[in-house]
Structures are given as structure tokens and as C-alpha cells.
């Protein structure tokens, strides 16, 4: 496979995954403000833009934080490469370069997902109300996954997106709960209701009370969500996936290409691994901050090291 198709379907997966991500932080930080107490109004919009790592680009635009302009630029700004808008954008994108090596199903599904989002404006989020809108988010990203599922062959295309996803999703979940355990220090308050608050925001509080019936403490929560090997939004069971498609991408080349390949997988392995090793006692608050920068880091160094090895020539568009 060509190295800008290659990449091009890596960014269309982590793209559309981070288009989630998105909603779903989101929703954690509404959630979460029921929780703070806050002097300034200001302060809990400019979390939200913090939590994106935008507060540089949000003030070239806005002298304020308010729930309008903070959800106007992190949802529909299309001058901010982050936004909501510009990732589905850039999913679209890459997937018109190589419409003609996927299924014509897919297409439509971005396509679609472009064209509704491109229509919306941010007084239609508020009256509508935020939680209806981002549930949509997640509904249409849902179609895509879905179609992307049933109708694309197991073969080198298909495995390149999901390693986007999966890497995508283990960084993302890493950042929501950096972001939630920065709030829970800057309040001074009880963590459990801030981490019940990312349970519920990626789904997992059910499959949670499965899983610790008499319990429920913030290192559990954290457990959890970094660990749970069952759990397909946990970090572990990221570089899970991660690792099984890397292997099989690499089934499909030389034995010279697979050696370099096999780099890749070795740091998604060795990243699992150090999960599959941390017991409780590593959880606890101060030493869970450390442990979610090195995940970050390794997050980080393994998206380089699969683009030395699958993307060094031609570049699709980022």
C-alpha cells in the first residue's frame, strides 16, 4: 500500500475518533460543574478550553469565557484545527483522496456527518440543549463505525483505521482524566463524584458496578478506566487492539519491512504491559498524575514511531 493512502486512513480513523473524544469530554466538564464551586462563571468555560489545550488560540479570537463562545469555537470554529467541525473536516478529506480503495458506504456516512454539522450553529447547540447535540455527535459517529464494521474487508485499509482509532482513544481517555484530576485539585474537592462523571461520560458506569459491586473509590474508577482489559474504552484494552492490528498489517509485508513494523508493535506491547503491571497502590491521586504524563508521552512517541515506520514518504493531509 502507498504511504499517503496508508496514512490517510490512520487520520480518517483517529480523526472521527477524536470527533467523539470531543463530545465526550464535553460532557464530562458539564457534568463536572455541578460539582465545583465556582467564584467566577468565567472559570468554568475557561476549563473547558484548557482541557483542549486552546486557551492561546480561544483569546486571538474571544475576550471572555462564555458557554456561547467557548462551545462555538471548540464545536463549529472552522479556523481552529481541533475544533469538532475541522476534525470531521479533515476526516472527509483524507477519505475523498482514496474514495475509490473503500466502500462507497463510508463516504456517505462522513459526508452526511459534514453536511449536518456544517448547518448547525451554535444558537441552535444551546437551545436544543448541549447533551442532545453532542449525543448526536456520538450517533453519527456511530454510523460511521458501524458502516466502517460491517461492509470494509479485513485487510491493510481496514487495519489502518482502527490503529487510528485505538491510539486516538487511549490518548483521549488519558486526557479526560488528566483534565478531571486538574479540576478535582484547582476545587479542592471529593474526586468520586468527578470520576463517577467520567464513567458515565464514556459509557462505562454500568460495566463499572459490574466489575467492583461492593466499591466505589477513585482508585477503583482510575483502575478502571486505565486497566480494565474487557473495557473497550479503557487505555489497556487500546493498546490491545492496537497492538493485534499492527500485527496484522505486518503480516502483510516483507521480511524487511515487517522488522521495521515490528518496532511499532513491540512499544504498543510494552505500553500495555506496563499497564497489565500497575497494581492499585500505583493509583492512588498523586501517583496516578505522574503515570497519565508518561502515558500521554508514550502516546506521543508511539504515533511518531508509526509514522517513521508506515508514513516516512508521501503525506496525506492532516
Not at 502507498?2 to 470527533?19: P, S
Not at 493498546?239 to 524487511?256: A, C, P
Request: aromatic share 12%; net charge negative.
Amino acid at each position: 500500500m502507498l504511504n499517503r493512502n496508508a496514512e490517510a486512513l490512520f487520520w480518517i480513523g483517529r480523526y472521527m475518533e477524536r470527533a467523539e473524544n470531543h463530545a465526550r469530554l464535553v460532557d464530562v466538564h458539564y457534568h463536572i460543574q455541578h460539582e465545583g464551586d465556582f467564584a467566577h462563571e468565567e472559570h468554568k468555560w475557561s476549563r473547558l478550553v484548557d482541557a483542549f489545550g486552546a486557551r492561546g488560540d480561544y483569546l486571538q479570537q474571544f475576550e471572555q469565557f462564555t458557554e456561547r463562545d467557548v462551545i462555538s469555537f471548540i464545536t463549529l470554529d472552522r479556523g481552529y484545527s481541533n475544533s469538532l467541525f475541522s476534525c470531521v473536516a479533515q476526516a472527509r478529506s483524507n477519505l475523498r483522496t482514496i474514495r475509490e480503495k473503500v466502500p462507497s458506504e463510508l463516504w456517505e456516512a462522513v459526508n452526511s456527518f459534514y453536511l449536518w454539522l456544517g448547518e448547525v450553529q451554535v444558537a441552535d447547540i444551546l437551545e436544543e440543549g448541549p447533551n442532545i447535540f453532542f449525543r448526536r455527535v456520538k450517533e453519527k459517529v456511530a454510523v460511521f463505525q458501524g458502516v466502517e464494521h460491517s461492509v470494509m474487508q479485513r485487510e491493510q485499509e481496514w487495519h489502518f483505521i482502527e490503529c487510528g482509532r485505538f491510539l486516538e482513544r487511549a490518548e483521549n481517555t488519558v486526557r479526560i482524566l488528566q483534565s478531571v484530576l486538574g479540576a478535582i485539585s484547582a476545587d479542592r474537592a471529593a474526586p468520586y463524584p468527578y470520576l463517577m462523571a467520567v464513567l458515565k461520560s464514556v459509557s462505562g458506569y454500568q460495566a463499572f458496578r459490574r466489575v467492583y459491586a461492593d466499591g466505589l473509590s477513585a482508585p477503583q474508577i482510575i483502575e478502571f478506566l486505565l486497566t480494565r482489559e474487557s473495557f473497550p474504552r479503557s487505555v489497556y484494552f487500546s493498546f490491545l487492539q492496537l497492538e493485534e492490528h499492527l500485527v496484522e498489517i505486518g503480516l502483510y509485508e516483507g521480511e524487511m519491512a515487517l522488522s521495521q513494523h515490528e518496532k511499532a508493535r513491540r512499544k504498543a506491547g510494552r505500553l500495555k504491559a506496563e499497564l497489565g503491571c500497575l497494581d492499585r497502590d500505583d493509583l492512588d491521586l498523586p501517583e496516578t498524575a505522574l503515570l497519565l504524563e508518561q502515558l500521554t508521552e508514550g502516546c506521543r512517541s508511539l504515533g511518531r514511531t508509526m509514522a517513521e515506520t508506515f508514513f516516512r514518504m508521501e503525506a496525506a493531509a492532516q
